[in-house]
């Protein structure tokens, strides 16, 4: 079996890699996240061989670190029956995946291969990241010398850096440059030195300089000094329509080099930044300044933030401060991961001196030299590396090399339950590429945390504790957040009755977190009201209950601690004035019903009276807005919503404490016949200046489709209800909504066809019982393969 190697800085970016090379139904050998990205081994499921040998595996020469998508394959048709089919490739991706291939590989290659264990020590000594070092040495060749193998490394790093092929190629007249970068990594110096350059090869008259940096103190007058020594003209810019309008005032054949202000990795202000770059008017060339001192961990936090900004692509990088650098390979490494060609480096402050066009081999050679300055602090010593090797074991060890036969005999009863649901059933799950699904479900956040929580439920995962679960989801969901690229969390709160039994009644209510875009994180809280008292997930309890009112404040109160990170607003289901006055300090938007009354400048009314009197525009970006597949049971590309709103006040006894609302009233409308699907009315507090009506709006419809989701927590609840009898109430409320959350999101993810795919075909049936059950059948399926 030809296994390959392909890395991506995010999983759908792999993915993309996979598909264009091996086609859609490629076999996943395995995913996993390394430093720097995600990395799989996929295989071509057309090319199977009698007998799968992982010498032969291992001696099949694997991709480059960084490859280019291969051409596509062709495919050969095959017909087989359908559950034959369905069991053979359970039976092959089961087979592939015990081996785990990838460590396999590994591992063995560093018992195999002692120099491998030095040059891998030596390799993060220079500066590079374990995750190029894997994909590089599962290559190195066998019974090589130290020497021979620090040469062989050298090699591949020389053939995988890329560099701008030669200088002239970026000096032609009437480009665009621009630099991007964090704060103090000396953008402003390194245009000097472009713009010295330029001036050199095409006169002063062929150059102009631009700075967007007018937040630094002083920033454009040190460009200005500079532009002046040159008489070259400097021109500040403010906004995106200033860009333009110079921009379209300077020659076809004058160079332009524009210098930006410095914006943090972190900082949301990148995708403008980006976006007023690609409303210049002209094609530009954005190059990334990347600081050689920084640590290897934040410059790729850096470059995966600018490539992923929005903007026209990153064409190459300058790496700078090589003179106060104590190793060269994290840069370098950063270049080769996400393929930006080095253009210069800087190597001081003087200008225009001191700045190089450097070869590939110059650099490695560069960040291959030694250096006298004693041992580093931050690299592995050898005893490290033997005690981390004898501490090793193979997965060989690890799992005797079969499944034990105690998890065996507990899931394969659902699995065989599954498999006699039907022939359609089995023909439909025969078509569907079930890597795909795996793929999708542990990529996902709530996907993977409702299946790690469902193993210890059933007993084949670890046992953990309520408070253990939710602590160390909140830091999953604070990575999740940290890496994205909204602006806003999302805070669902409601609440649904349970029922396990005839004569017994549950109410649980739950706080259900969000991107922006109605992606699903998590669920850090709930409440949860039985005959025997109240109590939530975060420790409290009490004889009664208290008020709705009450309830909502205390969710309110916890997820201000929780979701610290970006701001949180919260989406209510009605409430009332005393409620909204409460949550004055807060962002919320509550769905009202049509009777809510309003006080506006023509007198007091209803909602729905004042619903027929709005101007109702299409928000066409509403729809851009959500991540979502269906809206009321229609796919969303066959709907149009039209938005009405106005600034109302309270009625006069009830508004003191609360200030102006928006008033929003949206029509979800079948675009082909016109037909109304929906309507909603909703009361928020929201600054539109700052959070558009169309944002609203879509949060508002995203609100609505999220009363799905608390009916699938009512059939998981009553499903957990003959489970383990050691679980707690909580513990159980937990399990429920996070195998809510988690079909919702494979019901109404974009990104997760194929795993909505395999769940319809477990389901059978749309309703939320059927999901439900489908969704444990699909991790039943999953432990027995995975």
Same mark, same amino acid.
Request: with cysteine; net charge neutral; aromatic share 4%.
């Given at each position: ?86 069991? /053979? %490739?359970?039976?092959? =991706? ?9 460590? @396999?590989?590994?591992?063995? +290659? ?27 040495? *599962? ?66 008259? !062929? ?10 103190? /002083? ?101 700078? !401060? ?87 005999? =507990?899931?394969?009863?659902? @699995? ?55 602590? +160390? ?21 409601? &609440? ?25 994180? &998590? ?25 709705? /009112? ?32 409460? @949550? ?122 999220? *009363? ?5 927590? %009512? ?17 159980? %409320? ?53």
């Amino acid at each position: 079996m030809n296994i390959s190697r392909f890395f991506g800085s995010t999983n759908r970016e792999a993915m993309r890699q996979v598909r264009m090379a091996l086609g859609a139904d490629a076999l996943i050998v395995s995913n996993r996240r390394v430093n720097g990205g995600v990395e799989i081994l996929a295989t071509d499921p057309t090319f199977v061989p009698p007998e799968f040998n992982t010498a032969t595996a291992a001696a099949d020469p694997p991709p480059r670190a960084v490859q280019e998508p291969e051409r596509q394959r062709p495919r050969q048709s095959t017909t087989v029956a359908p559950q034959a089919d369905v069991m /053979g %490739a359970i039976g092959d =991706l089961r087979g592939s995946l015990e081996t785990r291939i990838d460590e @396999l590989l590994w591992g063995s +290659q560093l018992r195999r291969a002692p120099q491998a264990v030095s040059l891998f020590q030596a390799m993060l000594g220079f500066g590079f990241s374990t995750a190029l070092l894997r994909a590089m040495l *599962k290559r190195l060749p066998e019974h090589l010398p130290p020497k021979a193998a620090l040469q062989w490394a050298r090699q591949e790093l020389i053939d995988h850096l890329p560099v701008l092929a030669r200088e002239d190629d970026l000096w032609t007249s009437g480009r665009v440059l621009a630099l991007v970068g964090p704060t103090g990594v000396g953008k402003t110096t390194t245009i000097a030195k472009l713009a010295a350059r330029c001036v050199k090869r095409q006169g002063a008259e !062929k150059v102009v300089l631009l700075t967007t940096d007018t937040y630094r103190i /002083g920033a454009h007058e040190q460009l200005k000094i500079y532009g002046q020594m040159m008489r070259v003209p400097v021109h500040v810019v403010q906004d995106m329509a200033e860009l333009n309008r110079i921009v379209s005032g300077i020659r076809p054949d004058q160079t332009i080099l524009i210098d930006n202000i410095g914006i943090s990795q972190r900082d949301r202000y990148i995708a403008e930044q980006a976006a007023m770059l690609a409303g210049a008017g002209r094609p530009v060339q954005r190059l990334l300044v990347l600081n050689a001192s920084s640590h290897g961990d934040t410059l790729d936090e850096v470059a995966r933030s600018y490539c992923n900004d929005g903007g026209e692509p990153i064409s190459g990088c300058i790496v700078t !401060k090589l003179d106060e650098a104590s190793r060269l390979g994290a840069a370098l490494d950063t270049a080769i991961r996400y393929q930006l060609p080095i253009h210069y480096v800087s190597n001081g402050q003087k200008v225009p001196e001191d700045l190089l066009f450097l070869s590939a081999r110059d650099l490695i050679d560069q960040a291959l030299a030694h250096k006298p300055q004693g041992q580093a602090l931050y690299a592995p010593t050898e005893a490290d590396f033997a005690a981390l090797m004898s501490l090793a074991k193979t997965p060989e060890a690890e799992s005797g090399g079969t499944v034990p036969e105690s998890r065996r005999r =507990l899931l394969l009863p659902p @699995l065989m339950a599954m498999m006699s649901a039907g022939a359609a059933a089995s023909a439909s799950l025969a078509k569907t590429d079930l890597t795909a699904a795996w793929d999708f479900v542990k990529g996902d956040l709530a996907c993977a945390s409702a299946l790690d929580l469902w193993r210890t439920h059933a007993g084949t995962g670890p046992a953990v504790s309520l408070r253990h679960a939710i602590d +160390q989801h909140l830091a999953s969901m604070h990575n999740e957040l940290a890496c994205g690229d909204g602006s806003y969390v999302l805070a669902v709160h409601d &609440g649904v009755a349970l029922r396990s039994a005839p004569d017994s009644q549950t109410h649980l209510r739950a706080s259900l977190l969000l991107t922006e875009r109605g992606e699903a994180l &998590g669920s850090p809280l709930q409440l949860l009201t039985q005959a025997e008292g109240w109590s939530t997930s975060a420790g409290e309890s009490a004889l009664a209950a208290p008020s709705a /009112g009450d309830a909502l404040f205390h969710q309110v109160e916890c997820l201000d601690q929780a979701t610290d990170l970006l701001p949180c607003v919260h989406l209510i289901e009605a409430g009332g004035p005393g409620v909204w006055r409460r @949550l004055s300090s807060q962002r919320w938007l509550a769905h009202v019903p049509g009777a809510t009354k309003l006080d506006t400048e023509s007198g007091p009314t209803i909602v729905t009276a004042l619903a027929k009197t709005l101007d109702y525009r299409l928000a066409a970006s509403a729809l851009q807005h959500l991540s979502l597949v269906q809206v009321a049971g229609v796919a969303i590309d066959d709907l149009a919503f039209w938005v009405g709103s106005e600034r109302v006040g309270l009625p006069a006894r009830q508004k003191a404490g609360v200030q102006a609302l928006n008033m929003l009233a949206v029509r979800v409308v079948n675009r082909h016949d016109g037909r109304i699907v929906q309507t909603h009315f909703g009361l928020s507090n929201l600054p539109s200046e700052q959070i558009g009506i169309d944002l609203q709006a879509s949060w508002l419809i995203m609100q609505a489709e999220l *009363k799905t989701c608390f009916r699938y927590t %009512a059939c998981g609840w009553g499903a957990l209800a003959g489970g383990d009898q050691a679980d707690s109430p909580q513990k159980k %409320a937990l399990l429920a909504v996070r195998l809510a959350l988690a079909a919702w999101q494979l019901r109404q993810t974009p990104a997760a066809a194929a795993a909505r795919s395999l769940l319809d075909s477990l389901a059978g049936k749309s309703s939320p019982a059927a999901v439900m059950k489908g969704l444990v059948k699909l991790f039943a399926l999953h432990e027995i393969i995975a």
